[in-house]
């Protein structure tokens, strides 16, 4: 059984700093990539940071660019995002996903195979 588990969500102020960790079991993910997606309160899932497996690029969407950063430990299994600088907007449930077959970026929700549980972040005014 595959296994995707989130941690390191809570609550921050506004400028405030939090790192995000995805710790998968079950298999390795170390050539296929991986992603970061959150979902507020009456919006629609959406695509934070994807990196690839074997060829470890990456994809930031423009609302967080230059203020979060996906990086992957391969050898723990392990993705994780920090994020810098939150503001109030971010405020959402975050989701880790993992995908079973390619080896290039995907930021397509639809096209990942494993989902965590999501982890809540809360950024305060």
Same mark, same amino acid.
């Given at each position: 059984?595959? #296994? =995707?588990?989130? +941690?390191?969500?809570? =609550?921050?102020?506004?400028?405030? +700093? =939090?790192? =995000?960790?995805?710790? @998968?079991?079950?298999?390795? &993910?170390?050539? #296929?990539?991986? !992603?970061? &997606?959150?979902? @507020?309160? !009456?919006?629609?899932?959406?695509?934070?940071?994807?990196? +690839?497996?074997?060829n470890n690029d990456t994809y930031y969407s423009k609302s967080v660019k230059g203020r979060f950063t996906i990086s992957r430990d391969n050898a723990k299994n392990t993705v994780y995002l920090q994020m810098n600088s939150l503001k109030p907007e971010d405020t959402a449930v975050y989701y880790c996903a993992a995908q079973g077959t390619d080896d290039v970026i995907v930021i397509d929700a639809s096209l990942y195979d494993y989902w965590g549980q999501g982890t809540q972040v809360t950024v305060s005014s």
């Amino acid at each position: 059984q595959v #296994h =995707l588990a989130e +941690s390191g969500g809570r =609550l921050v102020q506004a400028g405030g +700093s =939090l790192r =995000l960790s995805c710790a @998968a079991s079950g298999r390795t &993910f170390s050539s #296929h990539p991986m !992603g970061w &997606f959150r979902q @507020a309160p !009456g919006k629609e899932r959406e695509i934070v940071a994807a990196v +690839s497996g074997s060829n470890n690029d990456t994809y930031y969407s423009k609302s967080v660019k230059g203020r979060f950063t996906i990086s992957r430990d391969n050898a723990k299994n392990t993705v994780y995002l920090q994020m810098n600088s939150l503001k109030p907007e971010d405020t959402a449930v975050y989701y880790c996903a993992a995908q079973g077959t390619d080896d290039v970026i995907v930021i397509d929700a639809s096209l990942y195979d494993y989902w965590g549980q999501g982890t809540q972040v809360t950024v305060s005014s």
